[in-house]
């Protein structure tokens, strides 16, 4: 049983149209302080902006004991030309990449996986409100203006996505502002879903 369900949540990954997904034990999720820390320094401009960003969202230490109530994730990714990454056409993926995440959390929910947790990438704010002067949620006005589609921050999470790609296989190369297109052409975005059958806390 666990099986075919987990078949139906992987095919509707593929549905969706992300490039590729795998089901993994979470215990292979590695979770690193530092990581986090970088949000800050050297710094995103995402920092502080939103309530899935930190310093607002949960701190790796709290995230890491929340995994122990999950036992299986699905990581997914969309393959993304390398210029597209380092324009701003990387806000549109990383869009598609927390609704989808969002779309796998609810999907999974339907399929029995008790309080299923969608993560994804990049800064909600700035993806979905960056024409808007303050997040509601953090300014305590009212709730997320997008709560079915933003998701929690993976890098602000602390999560190791370089390592987990190499884990599972896939391909993965730094993009920044150096990168050159020619030499690497293609980079990822990706998400997760975090999985249990068990309502967590439970012994």
């Given amino acids: 049983m666990e099986n075919a369900r987990e078949q139906l949540l992987l095919q509707h990954a593929l549905e969706l149209g992300v490039s590729d997904a795998r089901l993994i034990d979470a215990d292979r999720i590695r979770v690193e302080d530092a990581l986090a820390k970088i ?3 050297p710094g995103c401009p995402g920092y ?24 299986r994730a699905m990581v997914f990714k969309f393959d993304v030309p390398t210029e597209v990454l380092l324009g701003d056409g990387r806000f549109e993926v ?13 999907h999974a929910l339907a399929c029995g996986y008790a309080a299923a947790r969608g993560l994804a ?4 704010r700035r993806i979905f409100c960056p024409e808007e002067k303050h997040c509601r949620v953090l300014e305590g006005d ?3 203006r997008h709560p079915d589609a933003a998701r929690p921050s993976i890098s602000g999470l ?8 190499r884990t599972v296989g896939w ?22 879903v ?10």
């Fill in 39 to 41: 949000c800050k320094d």
């Fill in 121 to 124: 990438a990049g800064s909600c």
């Fill in 48 to 71: 502080g902006q939103g309530a899935n960003c930190p310093p607002h969202v949960m701190q790796p230490v709290a995230f890491r004991r929340l995994l122990r109530d999950y036992p």
């Fill in 171 to 192: 391909p993965i190369h730094k993009i920044t502002s150096e990168s050159n297109p020619d030499e690497v052409p293609m980079g990822l975005m990706a998400g997760m």
């Fill in 94 to 106: 990383s869009r598609i990449v927390h609704e989808s995440a969002a779309n796998l959390e609810r």
């Fill in 158 to 165: 602390g999560v190791n996505f370089f390592e987990l790609s």
């Fill in 142 to 144: 009212g709730g997320c």
């Fill in 194 to 203: 975090l999985l249990t059958l068990a309502a967590p806390g439970t012994p």
